[in-house]
């Protein structure tokens, strides 16, 4: 009985399970002041490899651990591996959630892969922990300038710069059954009425762009429905013409 003891015990302290709780025993070679140093050299996947032996060992601080998770994100990022880049800043968001930095940095990898919503949130996210955040503050409002001009091009996508349940020329009834056309009439309308604004203080410059506006509109009201006249070809000389010589 006691020589089965004695042969048990052994096998139980050569088990791995046994001998580390059922986990690997750490890397030795983790060391935090290694992760940060590579964080500022340029080898970014050998930065990658320090910081993940840290992040790795149970022996790691929290504190320490989410420095090694920022600077593997940082580094993974710069080398284009964006999702694992995101998940290392949710790992140390969520060790420490008061981090605008780190929420500034997801903010522009969301907004990267095209995830307005969660960039936007980042963001908000960043300026609610620091008012004073410059870069956050600054991505904020450009995206959110972005999203609202996006809203408004949707909004408009495929109409004229008039209404279309009004109108009774034929060439306007010709416009508005083709989103194509209708895109090249409002934008027309839209560089003509910022020539005028531009031209704002200056009567003979308004006049003539007031007297090319109606000779376009004239020949093509005239034109259209004629043997060789094309209105798409006409919609897109007049924008070139207001796009490169003020509208006259």
Known sequence: MRALLIAASLLIAASPAFAT????????????GACLAAAAKPDDRHTIVLCSRVIDSRETEKGERCKAL???????ARIGLVDRAIAD??????????????????????????D????????????????????????????????ERVGVQQ?????????????LKAVDKAIC???????LDRRIDALYRRALRDSAGQPAAVRAL????????????????????????ALEARLRQLS???GS
């Open 21 to 32: 709780g059922g986990e690997p025993p750490d890397d030795p070679t983790a060391d935090p």
């Open 70 to 76: 920022l600077a593997r994100a940082a580094a993974h």
């Open 89 to 114: 800043y949710d790992d140390a968001l969520r060790v420490d959630p008061k981090q605008p930095d780190a929420l500034n940095a997801r903010g522009e990898l969301w907004r990267g892969k095209g």
């Open 116 to 147: 307005t919503r969660k960039a936007l949130a980042d963001f908000a996210a960043a300026l609610k922990l620091k008012p004073d955040h410059v870069a956050a503050r600054a991505s904020h409002k450009a995206l959110a300038l972005e999203v």
């Open 155 to 167: 909004a408009v996508a495929g109409k004229p710069s008039f209404d279309c349940r009004r109108t």
């Open 177 to 183: 059954a083709d989103p194509a056309l209708a895109d």
């Open 210 to 233: 007031k007297k090319a506006q109606t000779s376009f509109v004239a020949a093509r009201d005239a034109g259209f429905g004629r043997p060789g006249y094309g209105l798409r070809a």
């Open 244 to 246: 490169g010589a003020g």
